[in-house]
């Protein structure tokens, strides 16, 4: 596996309210990569929500702490949100998750394992491991432009 051009550490409280400090981290460094606004957007939401769950679930006597590491590469951003708290049964969250029903109220969807399901549509790839408390790799590539990098140019294409 390659190695990132640079890594970036954030540690902050488990606390709701430093979230937010971890969301204008996200949004500062996929910003200076070149990401396209709704890639930011997406990248925010899917690492608040890992967070929140890391704040909410984690730690349930004692204050913790999460890390949060950013690994900069090439062609994309892997963000790493790490708590040492408590672990949770990852395939039995996303057997219950199931299909979203609209009838039931959002706290509940919550519990249900919609946000597993919102990081796994918002970003390219989701990884969890659980054991000392939990790790979320959370991956988002670069898409630098819509046209395959085989097709010709419009000054490489020859009329004839």
Known sequence: MDQPKDLIELTIPAKAQYVGVV???????????GFSYDDIEDMKLAVA??????VDHAYTDQLGK?????????DRLEIRIKDEGNSFD???VKQRSGPIENHLPLT?????GLGL????????????DGGKGVVVTLTKFMQRDEVD???DSPAETRSY
């Open 66 to 74: 999460v890390d949060v590491i950013f690994r900069i590469y090439r």
């Open 90 to 92: 990852i395939a039995a």
């Open 108 to 112: 509940a969807m919550r519990e249900r």
């Open 23 to 33: 969301r204008l981290a996200v949004s500062g460094i996929a910003n200076r990569m």
């Open 49 to 54: 929500e890992a967070c929140t769950n890391a």
């Open 149 to 151: 990098h085989d097709v």
């Open 117 to 128: 399901h919102l990081m796994e549509t918002l970003m390219d790839r989701v990884d969890i």
